[in-house]
T-cell receptor, first 112, second 116 residues
Framework: QQQVKQSPQSLIVQKGGIPIINCAYE??????FPWYQQFPGKGPALLIA???DVSEKKEGRFTISFNKSAKQFSLHIMDSQPGDSATYFC???????????WGLGTSLAVNP | DAGVTQSPTHLIKTRGQQVTLRCSPK?????VSWYQQALGQGPQFIFQ???????QRGNFPDRFSGHQFPNYSSELNVNALLLGDSALYLC???????????????FGEGSWLTVV
């Protein structure tokens, strides 16, 4: 059973577009929601993370929107660039549990 | 400030052999977790170490074992290698006390293991 459901599986946008990746969860005990960016052959790099006490967080061109009542959160990439082409994973964990529960990933391609 | 460092970066082993992978956590982090990531898949949790003890374990056989040293560094050992063990092995570090230290989980670049 996938505890964190991520969509879409793949996404293609033009340079300058705003790709949006969505994640949904069931476990209301989750209280930490990070997004990771992974390039082929590299480890996941922490992009941005949010806690459920805020509805939005921005870091540079990356924004997380969080809807606690709907148990959903999403990643928006403003002014996307070809260098943003990568696989993006959402994740979640709860309390002192260091085990991350991962979405299945979204492969993003930004065309020049 | 060094991030999470892993070694070796790439290695090739033969079925039945044993392998040891190493990880040094980010400065200030005392908890190390290991993940296995097969090609095209998301990371799968193997186990987690804190205070030199295994604290949590995922759905992996006993062929996968680990160790944490007093300096917080960690090793992942895999015995009796199978072809299906070929994957990217990732080390993640974090502070145990997330509430006072902030719950940031960082990953190393991984160790690519190919079993032939």
């Amino acid at each position: 059973q996938q505890q964190v459901k991520q969509s879409p599986q793949s996404l293609i946008v033009q340079k300058g577009g705003i790709p949006i990746i969505n994640c949904a969860y069931e476990n209301t005990a989750f209280d930490y929601f990070p997004w990771y960016q992974q390039f082929p052959g590299k480890g996941p790099a922490l992009l941005i993370a949010i806690r459920p006490d805020v509805s939005e967080k921005k870091e540079g061109r990356f924004t997380i929107s969080f809807n606690k009542s709907a148990k959903q959160f999403s990643l928006h990439i403003m002014d996307s660039q070809p260098g943003d082409s990568a696989t993006y994973f959402c994740a979640a964990n709860a309390g002192n549990n260091r085990k991350l529960i991962w979405g299945l990933g979204t492969s993003l391609a930004v065309n020049p | 400030d060094a991030g999470v460092t892993q070694s070796p970066t790439h290695l090739i082993k033969t079925r039945g052999q044993q392998v040891t992978l190493r990880c040094s956590p980010k400065s200030g982090h005392d908890t190390v977790s290991w993940y296995q990531q097969a090609l095209g898949q998301g990371p799968q949790f193997i186990f987690q170490y804190y205070e030199e003890e295994e604290r949590q374990r995922g759905n992996f056989p006993d062929r996968f074992s680990g160790h944490q040293f007093p300096n917080y560094s960690s090793e992942l050992n895999v015995n009796a290698l199978l072809l299906g063990d070929s994957a990217l092995y990732l080390c993640a570090s974090s502070p145990w006390d997330r509430y006072s230290s902030g719950n940031t989980i960082y990953f190393g670049e991984g160790s690519w293991l190919t079993v032939v």
